[in-house]
Every structure is written in C-alpha cells, then in structure tokens.
C-alpha cells in the first residue's frame, strides 16, 4: 500500500453540516464526504484491491467507490482530517490477514468427562422404561408361580 499515491487519488466534497452551531452551520459547508475508486487505484496491488473489496463489500458501492464521512467538528480542516484518518483505519483494517484456524484434539480428561456425562444420561434414560415382569409371576393372586 502506498499512502502517498493513495492521499493523492482521495477525492472531498463538502456538504453542509447538521448539528451545533447555530447560523453558522446554514451558511458554511463543514461536512466532508471522502471517496476513494479501489478498482483504479496506483497505489494498491492486485491483491490488496482484492482484500478490500472482498472485506468491505458492505461500504462499497457497485462501482467500486469507498466512501467516508465526517461531519462531527464546525471545521472543515478538522472533518477532512478526522475522515482521511478515519478512511486510512478502515483500509489498514481491512488489509490485515485473517488468522487460519489450528485444530486441536480433545484432552483426555474431556473424552473421559463426556463418556462419563453419555454413560449418566443413558442410565437415565434406561430407569424410565416400564419394567416387564417375568412371565411366572401371577397377577391375579400375587404369588410366585413355582417351576414343576
């Protein structure tokens, strides 16, 4: 990324600004509204215009503008600034690379915990069933049935 070809791609426009300030706000154009085109970029690779545009898909527009905004301060100075640092955050943001996951193995103490949890779970389970009797006992008379 060159930030020196980039500062020199950015384009402002002004806007006038909501908020405090009484009359001054009616008459001065204090919002900043900065765009910057990620497709005809110099100062970014192919790779690094790929990332962007694959990260910030939400901010780009379909035609591949970035656009950033600020309109907090009554200063203009103050807005462009505060939007060129903001637009730079979101770029350096973006361009960091994603960790790849490691897979790990379960411990055994945690394969032992869950076999033991599974073993409680079906005993459980296993008490709740109805309990067949044996064929020789009588239910009529409540006695045992002897075997002859």
């Known amino acids: 990324m060159e930030k020196q070809i980039i500062l020199k791609e950015l384009r ?3 806007a006038r600004s909501a ?3 009484g009359q001054h706000v009616n008459k001065v154009e204090t919002k900043v509204q900065l765009s910057f085109d990620v497709h005809a970029s110099l100062g970014l690779s192919a790779k690094e215009k790929a990332m962007i545009m694959d990260r910030l898909q939400n ?5 591949g503008v970035l656009n950033v ?8 100075m ?36 869950r076999l033991k949890s599974k073993k409680q779970l079906s005993e459980k389970k296993n ?12 239910l009529f008379s409540f006695k045992c049935v ?3």
């Open 12 to 14: 402002y426009a002004f």
């Open 19 to 21: 908020g405090s300030g």
């Open 59 to 63: 901010r780009i527009t379909s035609k």
């Open 78 to 113: 103050k807005n462009k600034k505060k939007a060129t640092n903001r637009f730079f955050d979101i770029i350096v943001d973006a361009l960091i690379p994603e960790k790849t996951r490691k897979k790990s193995k379960p411990t055994a103490s945690m394969i032992d915990k």
């Open 69 to 76: 905004a600020s309109s907090r301060s009554r200063s203009q």
């Open 146 to 148: 002897s075997f002859v």
């Open 127 to 138: 008490q709740r069933k109805k309990v067949e009797l044996p064929k020789q006992f009588d």
